[in-house]
């Protein structure tokens, strides 16, 4: 793993995806540089991943209660499909 993709597992869901809002605000500027926006591009990848990673450890630990039969029931969480694949 790199320094970066480590510094982005570091970072709160909420304080990648503000990083993340900030590089696309930079990228369509088009103010930038074209070397750096290759590398705005890769860190806005590479955030997108680590966001995405996050979201899937967040759906596994989150666990669904269901009634049946007058007791309580836990399942893990399941998303629909087609949910987020658009």
Not at 12 to 24: C, G, K, T, W, Y
Not at 36 to 64: D, Y
Request: glycine letters at 6%.
């Amino acid at each position: 793993m790199s320094n970066i993709e480590e510094q982005h597992q570091a970072l709160s869901f909420e304080a990648a995806m503000e990083r993340l809002e900030q590089i696309v605000n930079q990228l369509e500027s088009g103010d930038v540089p074209l070397e750096q926006a290759i590398e705005l591009f890769q860190e806005g990848m590479h955030l997108s991943k680590t966001c995405s990673s996050k979201l899937e450890q967040v759906e596994r630990r989150i666990e669904v209660l269901t009634e049946q039969h007058g007791e309580w029931d836990r399942q893990p969480f399941q998303a629909e499909a087609g949910e987020g694949s658009e």
